[in-house]
Protein backbone atom coordinates (compact mmCIF):
# COMPACT_ATOMS: atom_id res chain seq x y z
CA UNK A 1 0.00 0.00 0.00
CA UNK A 2 2.66 2.40 0.90
CA UNK A 3 4.28 1.77 -2.44
CA UNK A 4 1.23 2.59 -4.30
CA UNK A 5 0.54 5.37 -2.15
CA UNK A 6 4.16 6.88 -3.38
CA UNK A 7 3.19 6.12 -7.27
CA UNK A 8 0.28 7.88 -7.19
CA UNK A 9 2.03 10.97 -5.38
CA UNK A 10 5.31 10.73 -7.88
CA UNK A 11 2.46 10.37 -10.84
CA UNK A 12 0.40 13.44 -9.61
CA UNK A 13 3.71 15.47 -9.18
CA UNK A 14 5.20 14.47 -12.19
CA UNK A 15 2.06 16.07 -14.45
CA UNK A 16 2.09 19.11 -11.82
CA UNK A 17 5.70 19.33 -13.04
CA UNK A 18 4.86 18.60 -16.59
CA UNK A 19 2.19 20.94 -16.96
CA UNK A 20 4.16 23.68 -15.46
CA UNK A 21 6.93 23.29 -18.09
CA UNK A 22 4.55 23.29 -20.94
CA UNK A 23 3.08 26.41 -19.53
CA UNK A 24 6.48 28.23 -18.83
CA UNK A 25 7.20 27.71 -22.33
CA UNK A 26 4.30 28.73 -24.17
CA UNK A 27 4.65 31.72 -22.04
CA UNK A 28 8.28 32.46 -22.56
CA UNK A 29 7.74 31.64 -26.72
CA UNK A 30 4.87 33.95 -27.09
CA UNK A 31 2.95 31.31 -28.13
CA UNK A 32 0.01 31.38 -25.22
CA UNK A 33 -2.73 32.78 -26.04
CA UNK A 34 -5.81 34.18 -23.60
CA UNK A 35 -9.43 33.64 -24.36
CA UNK A 36 -11.88 36.34 -24.12
CA UNK A 37 -14.95 34.53 -23.49
CA UNK A 38 -18.36 35.49 -21.24
CA UNK A 39 -18.75 32.98 -18.32
CA UNK A 40 -19.56 33.35 -14.79
CA UNK A 41 -16.85 34.34 -12.63
CA UNK A 42 -18.70 33.34 -9.22
CA UNK A 43 -19.39 29.69 -10.69
CA UNK A 44 -15.86 29.40 -11.42
CA UNK A 45 -14.72 29.77 -8.14
CA UNK A 46 -16.84 28.19 -6.39
CA UNK A 47 -15.99 24.87 -8.37
CA UNK A 48 -12.16 25.20 -7.46
CA UNK A 49 -13.28 25.37 -3.85
CA UNK A 50 -14.98 22.84 -4.10
CA UNK A 51 -11.93 20.63 -5.62
CA UNK A 52 -9.70 22.15 -2.74
CA UNK A 53 -12.27 21.43 0.08
CA UNK A 54 -10.55 18.13 0.67
CA UNK A 55 -7.27 19.35 0.69
CA UNK A 56 -8.31 21.72 3.19
CA UNK A 57 -10.51 19.36 5.28
CA UNK A 58 -7.84 17.19 5.66
CA UNK A 59 -5.35 19.66 8.00
CA UNK A 60 -8.36 20.47 9.48
CA UNK A 61 -8.21 24.28 8.03
CA UNK A 62 -10.85 26.46 6.76
CA UNK A 63 -11.50 27.76 3.62
CA UNK A 64 -13.59 30.66 3.17
CA UNK A 65 -14.55 31.92 0.23
CA UNK A 66 -15.85 35.84 0.22
CA UNK A 67 -16.71 37.61 -3.23
CA UNK A 68 -18.05 41.21 -2.77
CA UNK A 69 -21.78 42.69 -3.79
CA UNK A 70 -20.53 44.89 -6.78
CA UNK A 71 -18.47 41.89 -8.53
CA UNK A 72 -20.44 41.36 -11.13
CA UNK A 73 -21.77 37.53 -11.98
CA UNK A 74 -20.05 37.41 -16.14
CA UNK A 75 -17.32 38.52 -17.16
CA UNK A 76 -15.63 38.33 -20.34
CA UNK A 77 -12.32 36.69 -19.59
CA UNK A 78 -10.27 33.20 -19.89
CA UNK A 79 -11.95 31.28 -17.13
CA UNK A 80 -9.24 28.27 -17.27
CA UNK A 81 -6.45 30.88 -16.80
CA UNK A 82 -7.80 32.43 -14.01
CA UNK A 83 -8.55 29.37 -12.48
CA UNK A 84 -5.32 28.33 -13.13
CA UNK A 85 -3.58 31.38 -11.19
CA UNK A 86 -6.36 30.52 -8.31
CA UNK A 87 -5.29 27.46 -7.88
CA UNK A 88 -1.73 27.64 -7.94
CA UNK A 89 -2.44 30.54 -4.80
CA UNK A 90 -5.06 28.67 -3.16
CA UNK A 91 -2.65 25.43 -2.82
CA UNK A 92 0.19 27.02 -1.82
CA UNK A 93 -2.00 28.43 0.84
CA UNK A 94 -2.50 25.69 1.96
CA UNK A 95 0.21 24.13 1.72
CA UNK A 96 1.72 25.81 4.43
CA UNK A 97 -0.90 26.35 6.50
CA UNK A 98 -1.09 24.27 9.83
CA UNK A 99 -3.97 25.87 11.41
CA UNK A 100 -6.43 28.50 10.93
CA UNK A 101 -8.12 29.32 7.78
CA UNK A 102 -7.40 30.38 3.87
CA UNK A 103 -9.59 32.94 2.20
CA UNK A 104 -10.11 34.11 -0.87
CA UNK A 105 -11.47 37.49 -1.46
CA UNK A 106 -12.91 39.03 -4.57
CA UNK A 107 -13.61 42.61 -5.13
CA UNK A 108 -13.50 45.09 -7.36
CA UNK A 109 -10.00 47.28 -7.70
CA UNK A 110 -11.01 50.02 -10.41
CA UNK A 111 -13.80 50.29 -12.99
CA UNK A 112 -14.40 52.66 -15.86
CA UNK A 113 -16.90 53.13 -18.44
CA UNK A 114 -15.18 50.77 -20.98
CA UNK A 115 -13.88 47.91 -18.37
CA UNK A 116 -13.30 46.85 -14.60
CA UNK A 117 -10.32 45.65 -12.17
CA UNK A 118 -10.85 42.92 -10.50
CA UNK A 119 -8.63 42.08 -7.12
CA UNK A 120 -8.09 38.63 -6.11
CA UNK A 121 -6.71 38.10 -2.60
CA UNK A 122 -5.53 34.83 -0.68
CA UNK A 123 -4.95 35.68 2.92
CA UNK A 124 -3.59 32.45 4.82
CA UNK A 125 -2.66 32.29 8.45
CA UNK A 126 0.60 29.96 7.77
CA UNK A 127 4.21 30.35 8.43
CA UNK A 128 4.75 33.25 6.38
CA UNK A 129 7.92 34.23 4.34
CA UNK A 130 10.98 36.61 5.31
CA UNK A 131 10.73 40.44 4.16
CA UNK A 132 14.40 40.26 2.35
CA UNK A 133 12.99 37.06 0.23
CA UNK A 134 9.79 38.41 -0.84
CA UNK A 135 11.58 40.45 -3.80
CA UNK A 136 12.34 37.02 -5.91
CA UNK A 137 9.25 34.97 -4.68
CA UNK A 138 7.99 35.49 -8.44
CA UNK A 139 11.02 34.74 -10.12
CA UNK A 140 12.25 31.17 -12.45
CA UNK A 141 12.54 27.90 -10.01
CA UNK A 142 12.44 30.44 -6.87
CA UNK A 143 10.72 29.19 -3.41
CA UNK A 144 11.04 30.70 -0.44
CA UNK A 145 13.19 28.24 1.31
CA UNK A 146 15.38 25.22 0.17
CA UNK A 147 13.99 23.10 1.80
CA UNK A 148 9.98 24.04 0.87
CA UNK A 149 11.33 21.79 -2.02
CA UNK A 150 12.19 18.85 -0.29
CA UNK A 151 9.06 18.73 2.01
CA UNK A 152 6.26 20.26 -0.16
CA UNK A 153 7.40 19.60 -3.62
CA UNK A 154 6.95 21.50 -6.95
CA UNK A 155 8.88 23.10 -10.00
CA UNK A 156 9.03 27.13 -8.15
CA UNK A 157 7.20 27.73 -11.26
CA UNK A 158 3.50 28.12 -10.26
CA UNK A 159 4.13 31.90 -9.22
CA UNK A 160 6.69 32.86 -12.18
CA UNK A 161 3.25 31.68 -14.40
CA UNK A 162 0.96 33.22 -12.53
CA UNK A 163 2.40 36.60 -12.49
CA UNK A 164 2.84 35.98 -16.46
CA UNK A 165 -0.88 35.26 -17.14
CA UNK A 166 -2.06 38.03 -14.54
CA UNK A 167 0.49 40.36 -17.04
CA UNK A 168 -1.25 38.62 -19.66
CA UNK A 169 -4.93 39.38 -18.81
CA UNK A 170 -4.22 43.45 -18.10
CA UNK A 171 -3.26 43.24 -14.57
CA UNK A 172 -0.74 42.44 -11.99
CA UNK A 173 0.58 40.31 -9.03
CA UNK A 174 2.30 40.64 -5.59
CA UNK A 175 1.93 39.69 -1.98
CA UNK A 176 2.53 41.02 1.81
CA UNK A 177 3.45 38.80 4.52
CA UNK A 178 5.13 38.48 7.92
CA UNK A 179 6.65 35.57 9.47
CA UNK A 180 4.67 33.90 12.10
CA UNK A 181 1.19 35.53 11.24
CA UNK A 182 0.52 34.53 7.42
CA UNK A 183 0.97 35.99 4.01
CA UNK A 184 -1.46 37.70 1.59
CA UNK A 185 -0.99 36.98 -2.25
CA UNK A 186 -3.25 39.37 -4.75
CA UNK A 187 -3.43 39.44 -7.98
CA UNK A 188 -5.67 41.40 -10.38
CA UNK A 189 -6.93 41.00 -14.26
CA UNK A 190 -8.86 43.32 -16.65
CA UNK A 191 -12.29 42.36 -17.53
CA UNK A 192 -15.64 43.68 -19.21
CA UNK A 193 -18.86 42.87 -17.53
CA UNK A 194 -20.67 40.51 -19.84
CA UNK A 195 -24.39 39.43 -20.01
CA UNK A 196 -25.48 35.82 -19.41
CA UNK A 197 -23.74 33.45 -22.04
CA UNK A 198 -26.01 31.57 -24.73
CA UNK A 199 -23.92 30.04 -27.32
CA UNK A 200 -23.73 26.35 -26.23
CA UNK A 201 -19.41 26.93 -26.85
CA UNK A 202 -19.75 28.36 -23.51
CA UNK A 203 -21.81 25.61 -21.52
CA UNK A 204 -18.73 24.48 -19.23
CA UNK A 205 -19.09 28.37 -18.01
CA UNK A 206 -22.84 28.35 -17.05
CA UNK A 207 -23.24 24.73 -15.71
CA UNK A 208 -22.13 22.85 -12.59
CA UNK A 209 -21.28 19.22 -13.04
CA UNK A 210 -23.08 16.92 -10.96
CA UNK A 211 -21.91 14.56 -8.19
CA UNK A 212 -21.37 11.06 -8.19
CA UNK A 213 -21.01 10.47 -11.71
CA UNK A 214 -19.78 6.84 -11.41
CA UNK A 215 -17.05 6.48 -14.06
CA UNK A 216 -14.95 3.87 -15.69
CA UNK A 217 -11.93 4.31 -17.75
CA UNK A 218 -11.29 1.43 -20.13
CA UNK A 219 -7.45 1.83 -21.33
CA UNK A 220 -4.66 -0.53 -21.38
CA UNK A 221 -1.77 1.95 -20.99
CA UNK A 222 -0.74 1.94 -17.64
CA UNK A 223 0.95 5.62 -18.01
CA UNK A 224 -2.44 6.79 -19.91
CA UNK A 225 -4.08 5.07 -16.57
CA UNK A 226 -2.35 7.30 -14.36
CA UNK A 227 -2.28 10.19 -16.23
CA UNK A 228 -6.18 10.31 -17.50
CA UNK A 229 -7.32 8.94 -13.73
CA UNK A 230 -5.28 12.09 -11.91
CA UNK A 231 -7.10 14.12 -14.31
CA UNK A 232 -10.87 12.97 -13.75
CA UNK A 233 -9.72 13.46 -9.71
CA UNK A 234 -8.74 16.28 -9.90
CA UNK A 235 -11.82 17.72 -11.77
CA UNK A 236 -13.76 16.11 -8.36
CA UNK A 237 -14.12 12.42 -9.14
CA UNK A 238 -13.02 8.90 -8.56
CA UNK A 239 -12.86 6.06 -11.53
CA UNK A 240 -12.39 2.38 -11.99
CA UNK A 241 -10.11 1.07 -14.18
CA UNK A 242 -10.51 -2.03 -16.99
CA UNK A 243 -7.40 -2.93 -19.23
CA UNK A 244 -9.35 -3.72 -22.10
CA UNK A 245 -12.74 -4.43 -23.44
CA UNK A 246 -13.63 -7.60 -21.72
CA UNK A 247 -13.11 -6.24 -18.66
CA UNK A 248 -14.79 -2.66 -19.05
CA UNK A 249 -17.88 -4.82 -20.55
CA UNK A 250 -18.05 -7.35 -17.40
CA UNK A 251 -17.34 -4.11 -14.86
CA UNK A 252 -20.23 -2.36 -16.51
CA UNK A 253 -22.40 -4.91 -15.91
CA UNK A 254 -21.76 -5.16 -12.45
CA UNK A 255 -21.50 -1.62 -11.58
CA UNK A 256 -23.69 0.45 -13.97
CA UNK A 257 -21.31 3.03 -15.22
CA UNK A 258 -22.91 6.46 -15.98
CA UNK A 259 -20.09 7.07 -18.05
CA UNK A 260 -17.52 5.36 -20.28
CA UNK A 261 -13.87 6.97 -21.85
CA UNK A 262 -13.49 3.86 -24.09
CA UNK A 263 -9.98 3.94 -25.57
CA UNK A 264 -10.64 1.87 -28.98
CA UNK A 265 -7.46 -0.09 -29.56
CA UNK A 266 -6.82 -2.62 -26.86
CA UNK A 267 -6.24 -6.33 -26.12
CA UNK A 268 -8.49 -8.78 -25.59
CA UNK A 269 -11.12 -6.83 -26.78
CA UNK A 270 -11.17 -3.30 -28.44
CA UNK A 271 -13.38 -0.27 -27.49
CA UNK A 272 -15.71 -0.66 -30.79
CA UNK A 273 -16.29 -4.23 -29.93
CA UNK A 274 -17.14 -3.67 -26.05
CA UNK A 275 -19.01 -0.37 -26.86
CA UNK A 276 -21.40 -3.07 -29.25
CA UNK A 277 -21.33 -5.29 -26.51
CA UNK A 278 -22.61 -2.92 -23.83
CA UNK A 279 -25.38 -1.49 -26.43
CA UNK A 280 -26.55 -4.92 -27.25
CA UNK A 281 -27.15 -5.94 -23.73
CA UNK A 282 -29.26 -2.56 -22.99
CA UNK A 283 -31.25 -3.65 -25.65
CA UNK A 284 -31.83 -7.01 -24.69
CA UNK A 285 -32.03 -6.11 -20.72
CA UNK A 286 -34.34 -2.47 -21.42
CA UNK A 287 -32.23 -0.60 -19.45
CA UNK A 288 -33.78 2.45 -18.29
CA UNK A 289 -30.67 4.66 -18.25
CA UNK A 290 -27.99 4.38 -21.52
CA UNK A 291 -24.57 4.71 -20.04
CA UNK A 292 -22.59 7.38 -21.95
CA UNK A 293 -19.36 5.78 -23.69
CA UNK A 294 -17.13 8.06 -25.03
CA UNK A 295 -14.30 7.24 -27.43
CA UNK A 296 -10.79 8.02 -26.18
CA UNK A 297 -8.33 7.89 -29.01
CA UNK A 298 -5.75 9.53 -31.29
CA UNK A 299 -7.30 8.97 -34.25
CA UNK A 300 -8.73 12.52 -35.32
CA UNK A 301 -9.57 11.96 -39.01
CA UNK A 302 -13.52 13.02 -39.56
CA UNK A 303 -14.34 9.90 -40.96
CA UNK A 304 -12.91 7.95 -37.59
CA UNK A 305 -14.83 10.17 -35.30
CA UNK A 306 -17.73 9.61 -37.23
CA UNK A 307 -17.48 5.66 -37.05
CA UNK A 308 -17.69 5.83 -33.71
CA UNK A 309 -20.35 7.91 -33.54
CA UNK A 310 -22.41 6.10 -35.94
CA UNK A 311 -21.70 2.75 -33.65
CA UNK A 312 -22.95 3.26 -30.74
CA UNK A 313 -20.45 5.93 -29.09
CA UNK A 314 -22.35 9.40 -27.55
CA UNK A 315 -18.98 11.51 -28.00
CA UNK A 316 -15.29 11.48 -28.52
CA UNK A 317 -12.24 13.11 -27.12
CA UNK A 318 -8.72 13.21 -28.08
CA UNK A 319 -5.45 11.70 -26.53
CA UNK A 320 -3.73 12.37 -24.86
CA UNK A 321 -6.39 13.68 -22.79
CA UNK A 322 -6.68 17.17 -21.69
CA UNK A 323 -8.38 18.42 -18.29
CA UNK A 324 -10.25 21.12 -20.34
CA UNK A 325 -11.46 18.46 -23.03
CA UNK A 326 -12.55 16.08 -19.74
CA UNK A 327 -14.54 18.77 -18.15
CA UNK A 328 -16.06 20.38 -21.38
CA UNK A 329 -17.17 16.71 -22.31
CA UNK A 330 -19.01 15.87 -19.08
CA UNK A 331 -20.57 19.91 -18.88
CA UNK A 332 -21.79 18.72 -21.88
CA UNK A 333 -23.46 15.14 -21.35
CA UNK A 334 -24.90 17.34 -18.14
CA UNK A 335 -25.46 20.78 -19.14
Not at 161 to 174: C, Q
Not at 277 to 282: A, F, L, P, S, V
Amino acid sequence: QDYLSSVKLSGEDLLIIINDILDFSKIEAGQLQIEEIPFSLRLQIENVFKMLQLKADEKSIGLILDIKDNVPKYVNSDPIRIKQIIINLLNNAIKFTEKGNVKLEVSIDNENETDLLICFKIIDTGIGIDEHKMDNMFAEFTQADTSTTRKHGGTGLGLTISKKLSELMGGEIGLESEVGTGSTFWFTIKTTISDKPTNNEFVDETVELPSGIKILLAEDNLINQKVSSIMIKQIGYECDIAANGEEAYTMHLKNNYDVIFMDILMPVMDGMEATSKIREWETNNKASNKCIIIAQTANAFKEDINNYLNNGMDYYVGKPLRTRDLTNVLLQIYK
